[in-house]
């Protein structure tokens, strides 16, 4: 059974960083391209960044230059590292596996809380 664990969330002051992660667990995280999405309240769930098996990295441009998505495969986990956070940057954040090798499957986290207010 896949399962996707998201921390690090939190509240923070506007221009503030934060660093989520995404433990993936029940299987191997070299199988998967991975990504971040956030849902604002009355919002569409919205990409953020994703980064795929070959470390090829995409950001959505209200992100580009203040969040860096990476992965770490022998801690089978993903980060995102956020930086000069923005009110606008509230939301939860969800994490994304979308398997590329094999049985197509995609899966979700259940979110973390971003807060940026002061």
């Known amino acids: 059974q896949v399962q996707l664990v998201e921390s690090g969330g939190g509240l923070v002051q506007p221009g503030g960083s934060l660093r989520l992660s995404c433990v993936l667990s029940?299987?191997?995280?070299?199988?998967?391209?991975m990504g971040w999405y956030r849902q604002a309240p009355g919002k569409q769930r919205e990409l953020v960044a994703t980064?795929?098996?070959?470390?090829?990295?995409n950001y959505a441009d209200s992100v580009k230059g203040r969040f860096t998505i990476s992965r770490d495969g022998a801690k089978n986990t993903v980060y995102l590292q956020m930086t000069s956070l923005k009110p606008e940057d509230t939301a939860v954040y969800y994490c994304?596996?979308?398997?590329?090798?094999?049985?197509?499957?995609?899966?979700w986290g259940q979110g973390t809380q971003v807060t940026v207010s002061s």
């Open positions: 994304n596996a979308r398997r590329w090798v094999g049985p197509d499957r995609n899966y």
């Open positions: 980064v795929s098996h070959g470390d090829s990295t």
């Open positions: 029940g299987s191997i995280l070299s199988f998967y391209d």
